[in-house]
């Protein structure tokens, strides 16, 4: 199964932050094991533009679609056996320490 | 026709959890499973009562369930959809039936999967493995039909949806799933203790506890689960009085509690202190005890201080002072007592009315009565408080 990771920042992240070369240690065991499919990270929210289209006025905004004092810093597409494995894979992230990841499964594609 | 009802009844108690266990396990479909059980359960109810009841019940309904499991996917498949449908019906002609304990407790930790909401695994747990109805269901959470439905639905849907794998857990999981198995198979049992009519809930709760501590005999966690329930439900026919009230367990008849029952749980009990070890090590000295008198309540206070520690809740604060009102005197319970704050919680009043009865502080009793009977939502115990507090006036 397809899945998607939102690595999320945290406002109470656990006391051990993350290291050095984590995040590329965690990459590496994706592509090894095959199951990474891509990723990247996000650059900050102030950064984000909002877009929306309404009574067919486009409305642009400053800023990510919802405020919240958590926001989403990367992304990664993992392609894993079952949700089990999803969760094993995300839990080695060093952001499940210093952040929160959400797993979300890709809706099916018509074959 | 009794006979058919009785046996019917007889046979999903033991054998519902394995039939949909085997029948998810063959197609991965959880609503095709649970739907096709219960249409072999209604042709018995049909058949049985001219045809004779089949030698062996449980494997007449296994294959029913399979057959109407093909019929209703033969008769779902459209064009698109064939494939899948074809393959699944290929594993259900030809998949194997062996596996069966297994299918129950793949159930079980599937169920209690913690990608599902807390009250999704109780009420999935009850239906799949327990095979309660919706209505039965609902009414035991006291939600509507349709709410307790659509739990179940979107639960399902997340199962198959995210990819909750349908299996137990692989060795390294074990340990950080058990907790999970063993707090939805409490609320199980409660659900069953609590109402009266209710009693196959809690033997089935007693039954899977064992099979998880069959699965994993060196949890202690597991095997005081196991224990726990098992001391409960040694008491259930004492615990009722004749109006239908509540007993506490000092106006319980102990001749009717099940004394091999207490042999065998007590024998269960291991020697540790996680949470549900030490419950079962205080239920074991009620267990021992020919009156309330004679407990060691001296045992229950130092248990409940090792609780406290390894659990902490209000509600084991409270039962730790009423073990110390016993131990030293109504006035040190008292004491304890008063220092809780469980607003809205009737059981606070209600041990305070209880040791200030044993005081001989009648007047301030019958306030904390008063409150009691205010918190009490059950009719029935309502009215038996009303009738305990008429006497206490006069």
Redesign the interface.
């Given at each position: 199964m397809e899945y998607l990771f939102f690595i999320a920042t945290d406002t109470e992240p656990d006391a051990e932050p993350e290291r050095d070369g984590e995040v590329q240690a965690w990459i590496e065991e994706g592509a090894r094991r095959g199951i990474r499919k891509q990723g990247h990270r996000l650059r900050p929210v102030e950064d984000a533009t909002t877009v929306r289209i309404r009574a067919g006025d486009l409305l642009v905004t400053d800023g990510p679609f919802a405020e919240s004092k958590e926001w989403i810093a990367g992304f990664d597409i993992v392609e894993c056996e079952n949700l089990d494995d999803a969760i094993d894979f995300a839990s080695r992230h060093p952001m499940a320490r210093a952040g929160r990841i959400e797993i979300r499964p890709f809706w099916p594609t018509e074959t | 026709m009794n006979d058919v009802r009785s046996t019917v009844a007889a046979v999903s108690r033991s054998d519902w959890g394995r039939i949909v266990g085997g029948l998810i396990r063959l197609t991965g479909d959880w609503a095709l499973a649970e739907d096709a059980a219960q249409d072999a359960f209604a042709i018995a109810l049909q058949r049985w009562p001219a045809d004779g009841i089949p030698n062996n019940p449980a494997a007449w309904l296994t294959t029913t369930a399979r057959n109407r499991a093909i019929d209703r996917l033969r008769s779902a498949a459209s064009e698109r959809t064939r494939a899948k449908e074809v393959a699944i019906m290929e594993s259900l002609e030809h998949g194997s039936g062996q596996d069966i304990e297994d299918d129950r407790l793949r159930l079980i930790f599937t169920c209690a999967?913690p990608?599902l909401p807390l009250p999704a695994r109780v009420a999935l747990t009850l239906r799949t493995v327990a095979g309660l109805t919706v209505p039965e269901i609902a009414s035991a959470f006291l939600v509507p039909e349709s709410t307790m439905a659509q739990r179940l639905v979107r639960a399902r849907r997340k199962i198959e949806?995210?990819?909750?794998?349908y299996r137990v857990?692989p060795a390294e999981?074990l340990g950080e799933r058990l907790g999970g198995v063993l707090a939805v198979l409490y609320l199980v049992f409660n659900q069953g203790y609590s109402a009266v009519a209710r009693n196959e809930l809690a033997a089935s709760a007693i039954s899977l506890a064992g099979a998880v501590v069959e699965l994993m005999p060196r949890e202690d966690e597991a095997r005081g689960l196991l224990a726990l329930l098992v001391l409960q439900n040694s008491r259930r026919d004492a615990r009722i009085g004749v109006a239908g009230e509540l007993l506490t367990l000092e106006e319980q008849d102990r001749s009717l509690w099940h004394r091999d029952e207490i042999s065998h749980g007590l024998a269960l009990v291991p020697p540790s202190d996680g949470p549900y070890a030490i419950q079962a090590a205080i239920a074991a000295c009620h267990a021992r005890a020919s009156s309330a008198a004679d407990t060691d309540w001296d045992e229950v206070v130092g248990l409940y201080d090792v609780l406290l520690v390894r659990s902490p809740s209000p509600v084991v604060e409270l039962n730790r002072a009423i073990a110390i009102g016993m131990r030293d005197g109504p006035d040190a319970g008292l004491e304890l007592l008063s220092a809780l704050t469980l607003d809205g919680y009737r059981w606070l009043p209600a041990a305070q009315a209880d040791l200030l009865l044993r005081a001989g502080r009648t007047s301030e009793a019958v306030d904390r009565f008063r409150e009691t009977i205010a918190l009490t939502t059950s009719d029935l115990e309502r009215a038996d408080l009303e009738r305990r507090l008429a006497e206490l006036e006069s």
């Amino acid at each position: 199964m397809e899945y998607l990771f939102f690595i999320a920042t945290d406002t109470e992240p656990d006391a051990e932050p993350e290291r050095d070369g984590e995040v590329q240690a965690w990459i590496e065991e994706g592509a090894r094991r095959g199951i990474r499919k891509q990723g990247h990270r996000l650059r900050p929210v102030e950064d984000a533009t909002t877009v929306r289209i309404r009574a067919g006025d486009l409305l642009v905004t400053d800023g990510p679609f919802a405020e919240s004092k958590e926001w989403i810093a990367g992304f990664d597409i993992v392609e894993c056996e079952n949700l089990d494995d999803a969760i094993d894979f995300a839990s080695r992230h060093p952001m499940a320490r210093a952040g929160r990841i959400e797993i979300r499964p890709f809706w099916p594609t018509e074959t | 026709m009794n006979d058919v009802r009785s046996t019917v009844a007889a046979v999903s108690r033991s054998d519902w959890g394995r039939i949909v266990g085997g029948l998810i396990r063959l197609t991965g479909d959880w609503a095709l499973a649970e739907d096709a059980a219960q249409d072999a359960f209604a042709i018995a109810l049909q058949r049985w009562p001219a045809d004779g009841i089949p030698n062996n019940p449980a494997a007449w309904l296994t294959t029913t369930a399979r057959n109407r499991a093909i019929d209703r996917l033969r008769s779902a498949a459209s064009e698109r959809t064939r494939a899948k449908e074809v393959a699944i019906m290929e594993s259900l002609e030809h998949g194997s039936g062996q596996d069966i304990e297994d299918d129950r407790l793949r159930l079980i930790f599937t169920c209690a999967h913690p990608a599902l909401p807390l009250p999704a695994r109780v009420a999935l747990t009850l239906r799949t493995v327990a095979g309660l109805t919706v209505p039965e269901i609902a009414s035991a959470f006291l939600v509507p039909e349709s709410t307790m439905a659509q739990r179940l639905v979107r639960a399902r849907r997340k199962i198959e949806e995210a990819g909750i794998p349908y299996r137990v857990p692989p060795a390294e999981l074990l340990g950080e799933r058990l907790g999970g198995v063993l707090a939805v198979l409490y609320l199980v049992f409660n659900q069953g203790y609590s109402a009266v009519a209710r009693n196959e809930l809690a033997a089935s709760a007693i039954s899977l506890a064992g099979a998880v501590v069959e699965l994993m005999p060196r949890e202690d966690e597991a095997r005081g689960l196991l224990a726990l329930l098992v001391l409960q439900n040694s008491r259930r026919d004492a615990r009722i009085g004749v109006a239908g009230e509540l007993l506490t367990l000092e106006e319980q008849d102990r001749s009717l509690w099940h004394r091999d029952e207490i042999s065998h749980g007590l024998a269960l009990v291991p020697p540790s202190d996680g949470p549900y070890a030490i419950q079962a090590a205080i239920a074991a000295c009620h267990a021992r005890a020919s009156s309330a008198a004679d407990t060691d309540w001296d045992e229950v206070v130092g248990l409940y201080d090792v609780l406290l520690v390894r659990s902490p809740s209000p509600v084991v604060e409270l039962n730790r002072a009423i073990a110390i009102g016993m131990r030293d005197g109504p006035d040190a319970g008292l004491e304890l007592l008063s220092a809780l704050t469980l607003d809205g919680y009737r059981w606070l009043p209600a041990a305070q009315a209880d040791l200030l009865l044993r005081a001989g502080r009648t007047s301030e009793a019958v306030d904390r009565f008063r409150e009691t009977i205010a918190l009490t939502t059950s009719d029935l115990e309502r009215a038996d408080l009303e009738r305990r507090l008429a006497e206490l006036e006069s």
